[in-house]
């Protein structure tokens, strides 16, 4: 699996790619004080 995905330009490993991007703390840092959102419960 990991060789198709190279093969198409993508990461071998998306979990590591996506951990190294530092997307995960710029949402946590964009998101802290914000309006809660819910069903209303």
């Not at 330009?9 to 996506?18: H, S, T, V």
């Amino acid at each position: 699996l990991a060789a198709w995905r190279e093969s198409r330009g993508l990461p071998a490993d998306p979990m590591k790619a996506f951990a190294a991007s530092g997307y995960q703390e710029k949402i946590c840092a964009d998101r802290v004080g914000g309006t809660q959102a819910g069903w209303g419960a």
